[in-house]
């Protein structure tokens, strides 16, 4: 088996396992990482998290769009993938745990404030508290100044597409969306939200 293929292959297994946190059978295209990378800080040293890495299909264009002094931390809650993280992305600090618990992980791993989260979690298959609840640690974790970046899938929901722009759009001042990457699969915009409000 080629070094590509058994990453596909796991991600397969384990969206046929959790169909609901994963969503789709088809990692992020690279086209789709570098759209979502293209709103990092590429100088100063930022923090970024990424929620939900997966395989880690966005770790590659986030990596080349942050400087070395970057410090980049990756949240993923199904176990063997955070163990296929840790062996194939020894860079990359993975911390293992649940993205509604983002501040007490982040603690942990002696980070405060960060400038910028990105995720391509299936937002419009998940419960609507639990949602919520990541959504607020994401605006309490992420500095005044900083960015919050996602996918969102063009197929679906429509109504649960509508529902998850509402909640950014009463988390964040500013909610922009992307052009469409129709080279992902399923066709994706990505969410860029910035100056969070203040969770209650
Ligand atoms: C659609 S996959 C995206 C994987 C990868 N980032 C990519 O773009 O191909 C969503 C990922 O989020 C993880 N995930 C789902 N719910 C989560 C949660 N509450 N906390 C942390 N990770 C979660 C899943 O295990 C899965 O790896």
Known sequence: ???SAAPRLLFLRRAACQPDRI????PTSP???TELSRVLPSTGGPTVVEIGAGTGALCPSIRRRLDPTARYLAVEIDPPLVEHLQTSLPWLEVLEGDAADLG???????VGAVDAVVSSLPWTLLQP????????EITRVLRPSGVFTTICCVPGLPHRRREFRRLLESSFDEVLTTATVW???PPARAFVCRRP????
């Open 1 to 3: 088996m080629t070094t």
């Open 23 to 26: 969503g789709t059978f088809f």
């Open 31 to 33: 086209t789709m990482a």
């Open 104 to 110: 007490r992980l982040l603690t942990t791993a002696g």
């Open 129 to 136: 508290e639990p949602r919520q609840r990541m959504i607020e």
């Open 183 to 185: 080279r992902n699969m």
């Open 197 to 200: 409000r203040p969770a209650p």
